[in-house]
């Protein structure tokens, strides 16, 4: 969901080693390689274990970013300030901390990793039981029930986003095009194009025009093109609208019914690393330029027009993902920094606080229920909860050998019952694997018990100096307003 593409980035075609589902204990797959230098200049890493041919070029953003040298591979995830501290941390063998855990307290942890030694994975998109994840390989692996079910390839461009939309596939690539699959009905196994955006047609059409073109880097180009990589694919409430961001620094707007781009908006001054649609008409976008940017959708006549409304965020630090929780209440943005903003959305939209819990930059965020998950370049995934207006980081999920670029959420229909709701996470990393994860969003009562038991092993692990810790345990929340 982030990077620009200014010299092009050099991504070999990935070599097919087989595929592996493995099952949690301690046999959770390593890379075969360190620290990982890729495409995304918002991660920090170093390339001294990294085969020749597995760096690729990058360039830099007018944003700063996090500095290779704060980069500590030794640090486990638990280690850090009290409220990433959890009972839960899936931290396996070696944590320095003596946690341990109640019987009747439900648990985070990893059900399985799945793994195709091909490429990075950059995407996925989870839809019933089905799970698709895209790679700087070109492939698309569908998997189902952790085992991999089906695959298709495209014909170029790393697959940098994918969404579903009832029976369509759309999936973003490095190339700027974005790729229309179905699946076919008699064979659910055979995922074949039936299309790209813009189609042809639209772009004869529009190539006849003198008004369609514009100016892109010194270049004139079709409006309703993406002239560099997509970085994200988004729908509106009632998927009827596709949203697709691009380091070209504009946002697209296309009618799914018939496939046409409504509307081409020059949103940022760098590259829009993600957009999402809430409810209301309200679009937001992300960009390496640092800023947040509400827009609104209106229909003027048989137009489709999308305005600016706010911005909610200037920053140095590029915005690198952003997520609105499914009542549309609250904005999430990640950051280069490794800070999540939010924003609470009543009468209008006010700056809620900052979560902070990771160390190097956040590269990914989705929300379900009342938690929300960061994926960061430091290889781990925070598990907060929002309770009211206060966050608290509940578990880190521990696991990647590699920075974690997407995640996904889906409802555990099987586990969620009795009130403890439960949700399958799936993390992809560019240590080349998915994992997959199981979360307990917890009861208001258990979410309390477990608080006031995170407190008082924190107390007993620091002797005397907890003595200056609040009894409520508000320590153990993260830093929710700003300073």
């Given at each position: ?39 995304d ?14 760096v690729?070029?990058?360039?830099n ?7 290779p ?20 941390n ?72 994918i969404?579903i ?6 999936t ?28 042809l ?6 190539s ?80 390496a ?24 965020l200037?920053q140095e ?14 904005v ?42 960061s ?8 598990v ?15 696991g ?10 889906e ?9 403890d ?21 917890m ?32 320590s ?8």
């Open positions: 969901m982030m990077n620009r593409g200014g010299i092009g980035t050099r991504m070999g075609d990935g070599e097919e080693i087989g595929t592996k589902f493995v099952d949690t204990g301690n046999s959770i797959p390593r890379s075969k390689f360190g620290n990982i230098m890729h495409s200049p918002n991660i920090s890493a170093t390339v001294a274990a990294i085969p020749r041919d597995e690729f070029a990058y360039r953003s007018s944003a700063s970013f996090t500095s040298a704060s980069y500590d591979p030794n640090r486990m995830s638990c280690e850090g300030s009290p409220m990433t501290m959890s009972p839960w899936q931290t396996g063998a070696g944590s320095n901390f003596p946690w341990s855990i109640e019987e009747n307290l439900p648990q985070n942890g990893l059900i399985g990793s799945l793994v195709r030694e091909e490429g990075h994975i950059y995407s996925l998109a989870a839809t019933k039981d089905l799970l698709y994840t895209g790679s700087d390989s070109k492939n698309i692996r569908v998997w189902k029930n952790l085992k991999e079910f089906s695959g298709f390839k495209s014909s170029s461009g790393l697959v940098k986003a969404i939309a009832g029976e369509k596939i759309f973003g690539h490095q190339d700027g095009k974005i790729r229309v699959w179905k699946v076919i009905p008699k064979n659910p196994t055979v995922h074949k194009r039936s299309g790209t955006l813009p189609t047609k639209e772009v004869f059409k529009s006849i025009r003198p008004s369609a073109y514009v100016q892109v880097r010194n270049r004139s180009a079709l409006w309703i093109k993406h002239s560099d990589a997509i970085s994200c694919l988004t729908l509106n409430e009632d998927n009827t609208l596709l949203y697709s961001a691009s380091w070209d620094r504009t946002f697209k707007v296309w009618r799914i019914s018939d496939s046409k781009c409504l509307e081409s908006i020059n949103a940022h001054d760098d590259a829009v690393n993600s957009v999402v649609a809430s409810l209301d008409g309200l679009v937001f976008t992300g960009s330029d640092g800023t947040v940017k509400v827009w609104k959708r209106e229909q003027q006549g048989k137009r489709t027009k999308h305005s600016p409304v706010q911005t909610l200037k630090s590029a915005v690198t993902a952003l997520a609105v929780n499914t009542s549309g209440s609250v999430y943005c990640g950051s280069s920094d490794g800070m999540v903003n939010y924003w609470e959305c009543e009468k209008q939209l006010t700056h809620g606080g900052v979560l902070k819990g990771h160390k190097l930059a956040v590269l990914c965020l989705a929300s379900a229920g009342n938690l929300v998950f994926g960061s370049a430091d290889k781990t995934i925070c907060w909860r929002r309770d009211d207006k206060i966050h608290a980081c509940m578990s880190v999920l521990t990647h050998n590699g920075p974690v670029k997407c995640v996904a959420v409802e555990d229909h099987e586990k969620s019952k009795d009130g709701q439960r949700w399958v996470v799936y993390s992809g990393s560019l240590d080349k694997s998915v994992k997959v994860w199981s979360v307990a969003e009861a208001p009562d258990m979410y309390q018990m477990a608080m006031m038991q995170q407190q008082q092993q924190y107390q007993r692990h620091m002797g005397s100096d907890a003595d200056s810790l609040p009894s409520d345990g508000s153990l929340a993260s830093e929710n307003r700003a300073n």
